[in-house]
């Protein structure tokens, strides 16, 4: 299938297109390389040894979007592009509101025109708020999460009423629990800008030396040792999961959560990488980060069942991988 990628310089954008090419998928690419870079690309190609079209687009203008229909037969459509953290959502939700909603909306308006039935949509186990862990698809969505969850929830929306309109379009919404790690190659990985938010790319940067040492968010949490559970998958393992969710897409909108339906502490993920790389990981306990929850993980039963996909890298290949990518990475 020819497979349009938003987003597809990004992270988890970046390793779907290596498991796409590899699956024998060609694969345009659409990215205004807000959060990305264009040497990603070339990576991509380097790893696979195949070619990628790549536009130069932002997703939130339709016309930018719709040459790129113009000019290609395009199957399905993956749509990564969006903004996607959480603090950054509170301070500017406006931008966010922007463009993780318009460019899903122009996503669902240009599919209708070009008659592409086939679309596979990024959303997060962020939708899931406060609700009880393990998170199963049909559970009651939390309102009022963060303007960055509100984005997915309106998204999700979006594309069910579309389909509501017009019965024969297959959606896949796929909820990710935790992304890590990177690609064996150690060419591709996650490479936020500035200083990390997120415990993996904080871990890593601190067994780099870059940071002097890690900050536990609280230790007073009902959980195995008092510090943040969640569900951890290898980023590869999310990327199969495109490939899964595009071989086994259905009539109408279909929900399935990507995890592993393993929880796993911040002290546990600290011992793991230490133990995978044999290198010492500093920390002190602070207090708990604003709006975090104590455990997220999945029921991954349903896409194990439907998609005939399941997370099959352990967390020590995460945190090699993860090491990998952050020694190989001359940019830092
Ligand atoms: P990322 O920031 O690495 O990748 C997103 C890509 O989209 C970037 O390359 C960015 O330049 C591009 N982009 C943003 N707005 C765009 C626009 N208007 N037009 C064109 N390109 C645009 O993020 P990621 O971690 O790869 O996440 C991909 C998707 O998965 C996002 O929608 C995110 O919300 C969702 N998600 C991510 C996580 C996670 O932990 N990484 C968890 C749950 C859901
Ligand atoms: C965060 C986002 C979530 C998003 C996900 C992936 C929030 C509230 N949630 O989730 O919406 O989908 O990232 O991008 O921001 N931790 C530390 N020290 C650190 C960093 C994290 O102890 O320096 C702890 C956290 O308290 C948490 C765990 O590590 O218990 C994981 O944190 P993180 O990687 O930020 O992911 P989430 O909080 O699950």
């Known amino acids: ?79 990564f592009a969006g903004y996607k953290a959480v603090d950054e959502s509170i301070k500017r939700p406006l931008d966010y509101y922007y463009n993780n909603v318009l460019s899903t909306i122009n996503i669902a308006k240009i599919c209708t025109k070009y008659n592409v039935k086939k679309i596979v949509f990024s959303s997060s186990a ?63 990985g996650e490479n936020p800008n500035g200083k990390p938010n997120n415990l993996m790319p904080y871990i890593t940067q601190v067994a780099k030396g870059k940071l002097e040492k890690l900050r536990v968010f609280g230790n007073d949490y009902p959980t195995i040792d008092g510090t943040g559970v969640r569900d951890y998958i290898h980023v590869m393992d999310l990327a199969e999961g495109h490939v899964a969710a595009l071989n086994n897409i259905k009539q109408g909108t279909n929900i399935y959560n990507l995890g592993t339906g393993k929880g796993t502490s911040v002290l546990e993920l600290v011992n793991a990488f230490e133990e995978a790389n044999n290198v010492k990981i500093p920390y002190e306990i602070t207090s708990r980060r604003p709006g975090d929850i104590a455990q997220a993980y999945a029921d991954p039963s349903k896409a194990n069942k439907e998609l005939k996909w399941e997370a099959k890298r352990d967390l020590l290949s995460m945190c090699r991988d993860a090491w990998r990518f952050e020694k190989n990475n001359k940019t830092l």
């Open 1 to 79: 299938m020819n497979i349009l990628i938003t987003g597809g310089a990004g992270y988890i954008g970046s390793h779907t297109c290596i498991a796409l090419l590899g699956a024998g998928h060609k694969v345009i690419v659409a990215d205004n390389f807000y959060n990305s870079a264009i040497e990603t690309i070339d990576k991509i190609q380097e790893v696979t040894n195949k070619k990628i079209i790549i536009y130069k687009n932002d997703i939130t203008n339709y016309f930018e979007l719709e040459s790129i229909f113009n000019e290609n037969p395009i199957d399905g459509v993956i749509h």
């Open 126 to 188: 962020t939708v899931y708020g406060n609700n009880m862990p393990p998170f199963v698809e049909k559970m009651k969505l939390q309102p009022s999460i963060n303007p960055y969850g509100e984005t997915k929830v309106m998204s999700e929306r979006i594309l069910m009423d579309m389909v509501n309109a017009n019965f024969t379009f297959k959606v896949s919404i796929l909820r990710y629990f935790n992304p890590v790690g990177a690609h064996e190659s150690g060419l591709i």
